[in-house]
């Protein structure tokens, strides 16, 4: 399933599940960027494989990279328009392909008890982003 879905994010969009989540962390950064330790740290790789990783979006037109405003050592990485608009596009395909491989599986009486252990884990993780609430059937 993981590799279906990482196909079709390069078929429609171009981009490897490292781009994807990288354009995803920092859309969802304060101002459409963080530092890229920060990013690097987030998606759990190397100092050197982040700044890859980071080039190679650059490169695509996708980020840019600047120097921190207090912090001349900071390197600062944000998106761009068209980085934006790429990760907006891609996300909304994306979570449309993770219902349609999920929804089937999950019985509607199952998805409040997921979505508590999710939110469970993601606190015990450290992790900010959480699932929303269910929405109650009408």
Not at 45 to 64: D, K, M, T
Not at 74 to 96: P, S, W, Y
Not at 105 to 119: K, Q, S, Y
């Amino acid at each position: 399933m993981l590799l279906r879905l990482g196909v079709e994010l390069k078929r429609d969009f171009g981009l490897t599940i490292p781009q994807y989540e990288a354009l995803l962390a920092l859309h969802q950064g304060p101002r459409r960027g963080l530092p890229a330790t920060r990013l690097a740290r987030e998606l759990l790789y190397s100092s050197g494989s982040g700044s890859n990783l980071i080039a190679r979006i650059e490169q695509l037109g996708y980020v840019r990279r600047s120097t921190g405003d207090t912090d001349a050592r900071t390197q600062l990485v944000t998106l761009t328009e068209a980085g934006e608009d790429l990760i907006v596009r891609a996300t909304e395909a994306h979570v449309a392909a993770l219902r349609a491989e999920f929804e089937p599986l999950i019985d509607d009486d199952e998805v409040a008890v997921l979505l508590r252990f999710a939110r469970r884990l993601a606190e015990h993780e450290g992790v900010h982003a959480q699932p929303p609430e269910p929405v109650e059937p009408d």
